[in-house]
């Protein structure tokens, strides 16, 4: 399959750490990437892989893969990192494919 | 400063098509692979294809393999993607995207244009 699914929702206290996953059969062959979108703006990018951080990103942005599952963690979560978050990959064809996308609420 | 910037909202009708187009600026063109992302209202993302600025070799995703056509201008730095046959449930906010090779052999998105949003109403 060349779906990324991702839980629709999680919530996490302001400080605290929040994983997102990511599940796709995909993920086995390729690594996630992971974008940030806030409502009305394009998505930018805060991992590039399983741990490569573009530059200006905070170092509380990380991840992580095991089989068929990648991992975004936020830890010490800020009021700023409420957004909506989408994994990417590739398809069985070697091309783009992006999750379903995670809500981010920080309480 | 590394940039793509889009061209502005369009109202189609039914059956007709639009094309889009993405200026790219700070950078090599030719040496990145430009992506075409959609998002329709409320829902996430969807790819549908590259063009290689190099040579103008495209891949396209199945579902939009008959309608889309990408294509570039070099002398001007501007990729397009054109969309056919629009239907309503074309209605969505269209992005052009780069690809960065961050290890060599694997890529992700590091810039995106603004969006450009195509609403497709009779």
């Known amino acids: 399959s060349s779906e990324l699914t991702q839980d629709p929702a999680v919530s996490v206290a302001l400080g605290q750490t929040v994983r997102v996953t990511c599940q796709g059969d995909?993920?086995?062959?390729?690594?996630g990437s992971w974008y940030q979108q806030k409502p009305g703006q394009a998505p930018v990018p805060v991992l590039y892989?399983?741990?490569f951080r573009p530059s200006g990103i905070p170092d509380r942005f990380s991840g992580s893969s095991s089989g068929v599952t990648a991992s975004l963690t936020i830890s010490g979560a800020q009021a700023q990192d409420e957004a909506d978050y989408y994994c990417?990959?590739?398809?069985?064809?070697?091309?783009?494919?992006f999750g379903t996308g995670t809500k981010v609420t920080v309480l | 400063q590394v940039q793509l910037v889009q061209s502005g909202a369009e109202v189609k009708k039914p059956g007709a098509s639009v094309k889009v187009s993405c200026k790219a600026s700070?950078?090599?063109?030719?040496?990145?692979?430009i992506h075409w992302v959609r998002q329709a209202p409320g829902q996430g993302h969807e790819w549908m294809g590259r063009?290689?600025?190099?040579?103008?070799?495209?891949n396209s995703a199945q579902k939009f393999h008959h309608r889309v056509t990408m294509t570039r201008d070099t002398s001007i730095t501007t990729a397009y993607m054109e969309l056919s046959g629009l239907r309503s449930d074309d209605t969505a906010i269209y992005y052009c995207?780069?690809?960065?090779?961050?290890?060599?052999?694997?890529?992700?998105?590091?810039?995106w244009g603004q969006g450009t949003m195509v609403t497709v109403s009779s």
């Open positions: 995207a780069r690809a960065y090779y961050y290890d060599g052999s694997d890529y992700a998105f590091d810039i």
């Open positions: 700070g950078y090599t063109f030719i040496g990145h692979y």
């Open positions: 063009i290689n600025p190099n040579n103008g070799d495209t």
């Open positions: 995909s993920l086995r062959t390729y690594y």
């Open positions: 892989g399983n741990n």
């Open positions: 990417s990959s590739r398809d069985s064809g070697g091309f783009g494919v």
